[in-house]
């Protein structure tokens, strides 16, 4: 046995005792979750027909932030977005395998760019899981500073007899500059051996998943939470509906605030997609709130586990919001997403490099996203806040 096979099978005692305990659970609880689906196939025959039909097909999907993009159906989740794979073609997913080969084993220098159709692929797939990307308004725009015009003063008007001028209209138009230089992403290191080694899809089931999942949620946080890497964001530039103080709890969340965040928002003024956000954990404090009578308030307009509903505008929950609010945060916010605007100059970018810890034997994976973000306008979104 050479010094490599030595090595190789002691990392494979010790990866064994570090993980095969939370392996052992990881089992049982796909084992249930796998029994669970199967029974609902046996009960609901004509769906599980139409998963069986759906394997392996294209999917087109018109996303936000990628404009309209092709999906590969594969799997049984009953979460069916889940199902959506990246939907490379075979050459393109050869390109790909053969990039990864290359950084593996080239002594070539420099970085290997997987193709743009994977970049917008993984753009697309990000959204799925980021409420910023998938119901704000998204904007491309080819440089670093964008300028977009935003509401400014009414015109003055008056009433005057023939012979006299009217008043001047003294109209003025707002602006919103977005400087887009903020690379939101990160990089994963693996072992060499581990992607050499590795019995399953590595970019597709690892690498893809967890970044891009993870750039989505910071979009989120961005949007929402104060003093963030935006331009402008909820919790500093919207409105104030109304807060509360010390830690969440059932005495947080009243419905006479509720009432005072929705009516914060200028409904009239062409708002017309308007939306409550927030965490789940806020949200059932919401779900438990009752009248003299001890009766549900929102038992007519809470519809069950999807869609949730108050006072007739759905509720998106979004986890990049704290469900444990410090003194200073928005536990949750009302608004029309469409007048928060993301700017952005490129597609997800996604590298391989393999170089900068070779004699680790480690190879780096890059992904990142550059984007700004702007609130066009105060009180189009309010907020509900803790202030002690």
Partial sequence: MD????????LKEQLKEELEPRMTEIEKNVAAKEEETAKYFEEHKEIKDWYDNMQGKEVNLKTNSAGEQKYIFKGFSMDVQRNLKAPCSEEVGKEVSNMIYKALTSSNTGAYAIPEEYGDALLGLAELQSYALSRCRVIRYPGNVMKLPSKGTRATVDAQAFGTANAAAATTLGQLTFTIDKRVGSYETIYNDV???????????FV???????IGQQFDDYMFNGSSEFTTNVTDDATSGATFSGAIGSSSITFSGLMDV????????????????????????????????????????????????IDGYPVYIAPAISATPADGAIAMAFGDPKHYVIGVNQELMFEVNPYILMKEAQTQFICHATADGNIDGATSWAYYKRSD
């Avoid at 893809?208 to 993870?214: D, I, L, S, T």
């Fill in 3 to 10: 010094e490599r096979e030595k090595l190789i099978g002691l």
């Fill in 195 to 205: 992607l050499r080694q590795a019995n399953f899809d590595v970019i597709g089931e």
């Fill in 208 to 214: 893809e998943p967890v970044m891009v999942e993870a």
């Fill in 262 to 309: 929705e009516f914060a928002v200028e409904q009239e003024r062409g708002l017309g997609n308007l939306e409550w956000v927030m965490p789940r954990g806020v949200f059932k404090y919401v779900a438990k709130l009752v009248d003299t009578n001890g009766q549900p308030i929102f038992n007519r307009d809470l519809t069950g586990a999807t869609p949730y509903m």
